[in-house]
């Protein structure tokens, strides 16, 4: 006997039909033998309609009032789950974040997971009921309701098994697992059976949509081994895990891109020492998220600094930008919304130096224009035009041959 | 400087252009120099739509998730009104019912009020802000989430009046105040400057719609003087206070009607002692409120006795009176929904006996059969065919001559 720890996204709870099939397929597992305990996002569109409400009302509103508003939406289909299973004549039981200790920071709309309380969640496991808990909420030390931002029920999963020490965690989502690149883009796109933890964090934060990146980080933490698989059939899907270093494993696994991105540049900066502290000082307070930075050496004595952050924070980031401006006497700042992030993923792409060439080369060929380039252990990143981003994966795809299941090795 | 709690209903609130008018009218109130805590219902058709999706999924949805699911409406409207109040320069922070320490029973779906810890909303309101909480709902000792049943929402804001030793308690409503009938229904309907605790608790009670009558017996108990007024306009509504007999107050205040019971009948039950307990031991384990019973003799050595209920509880109660039929050995059990209760309500009505003479009088001139009778103290009520109620109404209001702002004394 298992404890399983299920998590269904929006799109698996998306109408009373989709609620019901998610119901059958938990009390299946439960009939099996398993203990169940159910991690549940929002239905469908909710999180966008009370965001559009919001918005008429107040165009900033206060990131509390919204933590409480957006929460509502899991606790809906939270308890219309366990109405769902109850009819299935399984006992079901629903609780909200706040309810089952799941304790957060005060960072309103991306709040962090401090501490899980899992005693509750335990106790009706134990009298062998389906626990159904609210994914992407908690509560702070103040008992504020906070959000954990967009794909947080991701980490709420992860989180609840680390904490209960489930056997299993398994993210059910509208894919069939985690792809070399998004089947809509790429027609070649294979699925992955297994995927490392750091492989991954990079395909999830570089916009691969399957996961939220701070739930890998999560699971490699904590060690929890996750499934993720299709919520609309029973087949196998991805094994995220800590993976030893396989020898057959290609060097690149997958290609990404993000068109959810904006790049801000800072022109004529001072180029003195401490400047670059001074213009993210202000940012991070904001707890605005920063992706890729680059420096340039500019015109005489001055620097271009640019970086890429999140479409939704752009509205604030000008205010903030405004006074950054002022405080390191740079000329101008330029925004720029229709940018795509592409990138290639693999673990060992350092050692192999010919990658990065080879990328820029099959760019260069298409003539896509590379605008910011950035490289870590396992992954480069370029920042292009966002009507090239597809083109450019596409291209990547073929040329890294991940359509053909087959052991690549760069070759230079 | 006044502490004043203000309560708008869903109609208030019921889309994005009336909940920015509640904020404007609530910003009035703080900037005339008082402090404003505001208890707020579900928008518009929430509840419905909350419960439609519920039935569904599940027929017989568990309470304590109905609880879950029925308690995000209010937390919505609280959130989207305090961004209202935001928007217009005044801090405000909303809270649900379980942030501020409603202390409930754990009947769920009915839950009464125990206890209301202010301490949380008196400190906002000390730091100069508007606080939002949540009508309608609360958390029992271990802390699940119930609600107050319909209407509920009358009853937290009297009860936070209560706890608060608030100077006014403002109940806002899509009406003007308390009138001598409904004005849908009798076209010479008049509003009442003024109505004791005691005759609004008969009409609220016998379906007036204005204010649920938990929420009257707890003002009178803790002496909260109740204002009903517009929630459209600024004029003066209906005062609700413990009130001297005064000498020119009309017999008759108001007549009513309530379309939302059904009556059940039993027949054929043995007639002994106890049979009466017997009966309805099991209705009140199930938390169904019984409003008139009667008990006739029926044939020989047996007894019919008929009550009434909501309709909303007639399916719960179909199944206990399977097993009370068995259990008491009736003959038969007989359902009727089409029915309307009609009442006359007035202080002193006891002791001018030919009050109700008067009104039978006035329904036989009608030709309108009247199916049971019920009187207390301070009202008289019938029940009749349903299609009849209204017709019924509109005979009592001319015979009692409450269309006249003239002061009447029953002849006769």
Redesign the interface.
């Known amino acids: 006997m298992a404890l399983i720890v299920k998590k269904f996204g929006g799109t698996s709870v998306g109408d ?1 039909e989709r ?2 099939n998610v119901a059958e397929r938990i009390v299946r597992t439960k009939k099996d033998g398993n203990d169940v305990v159910v991690v549940v996002s929002a239905m469908g569109k909710t999180t966008d309609q ?1 965001i559009g ?2 918005k ?4 900033r ?2 990131e ?3 933590d ?2 957006m ?2 939406g899991e ?2 289909s ?3 789950l ?3 299973i ?2 299935l004549g399984v006992e079901a ?2 609780f ?1 974040g ?2 089952v200790g799941i304790l957060t920071d005060s960072s309103h709309t991306k709040a962090k997971i401090l501490d899980i309380e899992g005693d509750r969640i335990l106790e009706q496991v134990r009298k062998g009921r389906v626990v159904i808990v609210t994914g992407f909420q908690g509560r702070d030390e103040k ?3 906070t959000t954990l931002g967009r794909g947080g029920s991701d980490t709420s999963a992860v989180a609840i098994a680390a904490a209960l020490k489930a056997d299993q965690c398994e993210i059910y989502t509208d894919v069939d697992g985690v792809f070399t690149a998004d089947p809509r883009v790429v027609k070649g796109a294979r699925k992955l059976d297994k995927i490392s933890f750091d492989e991954m964090l990079e395909l999830a934060s570089l916009g691969a949509k399957v996961m939220q990146s701070r739930s890998i980080e999560f699971a490699k933490k904590f060690g929890v081994t996750i499934h993720v698989r299709s919520s609309f059939h029973d087949g196998v899907g991805t094994i995220i895990a800590e993976e030893a270093n396989e020898m057959e494993a290609p060097v690149v696994r997958g290609v990404t891109s993000n068109i959810d991105e904006a790049k801000v540049t800072i022109l004529g900066v001072p180029d003195r020492p401490g400047i670059a502290a001074e213009v993210f000082k202000k940012i991070s307070e904001a707890n605005i998220n920063i992706d890729m930075i680059i420096q340039n050496v500019g015109e005489k004595d001055t620097t271009d600094i640019s970086f890429t952050v999140d479409k939704s924070d752009l509205d604030r980031l000008k205010d903030i930008m405004d006074s950054v401006k002022e405080s390191v006497s740079a000329k101008r700042v330029t925004y720029d919304n229709e940018i795509g992030k592409v990138s290639i993923v693999g673990v060992g792409m350092k050692s192999h130096s010919g990658i990065a060439y080879k990328m820029f080369r099959v760019l260069a060929d298409k003539k896509i224009n590379i605008q910011m380039i950035s490289t870590s252990e396992i992954k480069i990143s370029v920042v292009v035009e966002e009507n090239k981003a597809d083109e450019a994966v596409n291209a990547l795809h073929t040329a890294f041959e991940l359509d053909k299941d087959v052991i690549y090795e760069a070759k230079l």
Chains 1, 2 share one sequence.
Do not use: G, H, Y
């Open positions: 009373v609620i019901k009370l409400l919001a008429q009302i107040n165009q509103p206060k509390r009032e919204m409480m508003l929460s509502t606790q809906i939270a308890a219309l366990a109405m769902a109850d009819s039981i629903s909200n706040p309810q008992d504020n309701i």
